[in-house]
């Protein structure tokens, strides 16, 4: 977990609000992921950044945006219209964006909960 | 569809004893290979990646894996489990030649070494 912090810890949303989830880095990476964790299906890619002010659509974006206005800092907002959206939230950097061999290292994640 | 496959939900081996959690994949060429490990409520720690060369990787741990082109497997390996090895386990791969490091992640396997 070193390097990449997550805030909040636990979040507790409710129907029809639209909640951010915070990611912060200090490792000089150039690229930050954001997953889904859902128990029994392993991680799912919502979006990814390579480089500032730039970002991709992962395999399920709906219902998710994102920013990146500094290198640092990569934050995740689940809107209302996201319809299934309690899970665990897992933001990860790497070195460069486009080197398959680099590794991906995880923050702690934030685990949100619809109410 | 390229995929990663964890065939076993779950592994229950004594302590001291080996143990095996077994993944394979299927993505074309030769991809890159990774272990991460998941404690309770936390995110995921990088335990070791295979890129070229020697098939037998050594890691954190002391975990290992054996990369296995033929039969298109990663299994990670402990010669003498400890308790404190329980957790879930991912696989995940990440093409050769993608544009982005993307990678593609197993569904997890629960470790669970009795005393």
């Known amino acids: 977990d070193g390097g990449i912090t997550q805030s909040p810890k636990y979040l507790f949303r409710k129907e029809g609000q639209n909640v951010t989830l915070s990611c912060e880095q200090n490792l000089n990476h150039d690229a930050m992921y954001w997953y889904r964790q859902d128990p029994g299906q392993g991680l799912r890619l919502i979006y990814y950044?390579?480089?500032?002010?730039?970002?991709q659509k992962g395999d399920i974006a709906e219902g998710y945006s994102v920013s990146r206005e500094k290198k640092e800092s990569f934050p995740l907002t689940v809107t209302s219209a996201q319809k299934n959206p309690t899970a665990f939230y897992l933001c990860?950097?790497?070195?460069?964006?486009?080197?398959?061999?680099?590794?991906?290292?995880f923050g702690p994640g934030t685990r949100l909960t619809v109410l | 569809a390229q995929s990663v496959a964890q065939p076993e939900d779950q592994v229950n081996v004594a302590e001291g004893n080996p143990l095996t959690v077994k993944c394979t994949y299927s993505v074309s060429g030769n991809p890159y290979l990774f272990w991460y490990v998941q404690y309770p409520n936390r995110g995921l720690q990088f335990l070791l990646k295979?890129?070229?060369?020697?098939?037998l990787v050594k890691g954190s741990y002391g975990f290992e894996a054996e990369f296995n082109k033929s039969q298109t497997s990663f299994h990670l390996k402990k010669p003498s489990a400890l308790v404190s090895d329980s957790a879930l386990y991912f696989c995940?791969?990440?093409?050769?030649?993608?544009?982005?490091?993307?990678?593609?992640f197993g569904t997890g396997t629960l470790l669970a070494v009795q005393p």
């Open positions: 950044s390579q480089i500032v002010n730039d970002f």
């Open positions: 995940a791969v990440n093409p050769v030649g993608g544009a982005t490091n993307k990678l593609i």
């Open positions: 295979y890129i070229t060369g020697d098939n």
């Open positions: 990860a950097s790497s070195i460069t964006p486009r080197e398959s061999t680099d590794t991906q290292y």
